[in-house]
Each structure stands twice: as structure tokens, then as C-alpha cells.
T-cell receptor, first 113, second 108 residues
Framework: EAGVAQSPRYKIIEKRQSVAFWCNPISGHATLYWYQQILGQGPKLLIQFQNNGVVDDSQLPKDRFSAERLKGVDSTLKIQPAKLEDSAVYLC???????????FGPGTRLTVL | GIQVEQSPPDLILQEGANSTLRCNFSDSVNNLQWFHQNPWGQLINLFYIPSGTKQNGRLSATTVATERYSLLYISSSQTTDSGVYFCAVDPTGNQFYFGTGTSLTVIP
């Protein structure tokens, strides 16, 4: 069974530029999560989807971050414009449902210069 | 929100030694997972353990939900066990909150 796929693995941009990350969850998993992990900290949830609907986006900085999961399968997370403090690893995870074990992708390491 | 504290924050072991990592949480939870984040940043599932005890090879975990803590046991540690161990708890069924992590270094 294929795991959670993410791309790109690494991205370096300058502040005020835009960037997008892609995630493809495990086949059949209805719930998809995006997390931000700053160096030295645990992951922090940004947004949670159940199929193509948003369950929780309370910690998503909506002035610059957006995410979508239009067909209920893969998802994109966008930052526009990026700030220095957005430098982090962006992790995507999926689970069969909201009360189940989560499985993580390899992450995208973003550096904002 | 719920507080998740892990101890110790850092741990250095000689290869072959045993260790116990602890996760305390401030509220009742529906779900709890233990992860190992390897040096390349990949989060690897160790246990999904909202309550009870599970074992997988040299690793085992126990969650006492009524007392709001979980323990991860590592026996006969190996250098490949190095990395950061996180527990994550879900109080509502909607969102996992990660702990502060325990950084483990196993020396040959």
C-alpha cells in the first residue's frame, strides 16, 4: 500500500514570493491534515479536511495561507506572500476517518530568505 | 487547549540500554499516538494506543487514560532508535495535539 506522497521535498523562496505544496493521501482515506513543524517543536495542525470539506482551520493564517481539496482526494496548500517565519517543514497526514490513526508523508522543507 | 508534556526532553543512552519515555496530558483524550521522527524528518507511526498496552518487538507502550499519561518503553536500544519521539493526543476526535518531544541519542 502506497503511503502519503508530498511534493516538492524542498523549496527555497524569497520573502513575499508565493509557494504551493501538494499532498496525495493514502488511497481511501477520507481525512487529510496539513501540519506546520517549526524547528525544535512538535507539528501544529493548520487545517483538517473530511473528504472535500473543511473540519477545522482555526489555526490557519488565512491572510496568507490557503488550502483546498477539491475532489476529496489530493490537496494543495499555498502561502502568498511568504514571510521569514514561514520557514518550516509542512507535513501532510491522512487517516481513514476522524477517529483513526494518522499516517504522515515525508514533508516539504520550506526555507524563506 | 489541552497541554501535552513529554519527559525527559533529552536522553542519551548507550547501545543496549533500556529507557522509558513519558507523555502527560491535561484532559481526557479519545486518541493517542506515539511517533518516531527520524533524522530525515519522517514521522513514523509506532503505536495507536488510546488505552491499554501494546508491544511491537523491542518497543511497547502503555496508556492509562484515567490518569492522563502514556509511557513508551524502548528495550535493548540501537543506534537506529535515535531521533525525536512525539506523543500526540486527540481530545475531541477532531484534532491531534503534539507534545514537546523527547530527543533520543543512542551511542554505539
Amino acid at each position: 500500500e502506497a503511503g502519503v506522497a508530498q511534493s516538492p521535498r524542498y523549496k527555497i523562496i524569497e520573502k513575499r514570493q508565493s509557494v504551493a505544496f501538494w499532498c496525495n493521501p493514502i488511497s481511501g482515506h477520507a481525512t487529510l491534515y496539513w501540519y506546520q513543524q517549526i524547528l525544535g517543536q512538535g507539528p501544529k495542525l493548520l487545517i483538517q479536511f473530511q473528504n472535500n470539506g473543511v473540519v477545522d482551520d482555526s489555526q490557519l493564517p488565512k491572510d496568507r495561507f490557503s488550502a483546498e481539496r477539491l475532489k476529496g482526494v489530493d490537496s494543495t496548500l499555498k502561502i502568498q506572500p511568504a514571510k521569514l517565519e514561514d520557514s518550516a517543514v509542512y507535513l501532510c497526514a491522512s487517516s481513514p476517518g476522524t477517529m483513526n490513526e494518522q499516517f504522515f508523508g515525508p514533508g516539504t522543507r520550506l526555507t524563506v530568505l | 487547549g489541552i497541554q501535552v508534556e513529554q519527559s525527559p526532553p533529552d536522553l542519551i543512552l548507550q547501545e543496549g540500554a533500556n529507557s522509558t519515555l513519558r507523555c502527560n496530558f491535561s484532559d481526557s483524550v479519545n486518541n493517542l499516538q506515539w511517533f518516531h521522527q527520524n533524522p530525515w524528518g519522517q514521522l513514523i507511526n509506532l503505536f495507536y494506543i488510546p488505552s491499554g498496552t501494546k508491544q511491537n518487538g523491542r518497543l511497547s507502550a502503555t496508556t492509562v487514560a484515567t490518569e492522563r499519561y502514556s509511557l513508551l518503553y524502548i528495550s535493548s536500544s540501537q543506534t537506529t532508535d535515535s531521533g525525536v519521539y512525539f506523543c500526540a493526543v486527540d481530545p475531541t476526535g477532531n484534532q491531534f495535539y503534539f507534545g514537546t518531544g523527547t530527543s533520543l541519542t543512542v551511542i554505539p
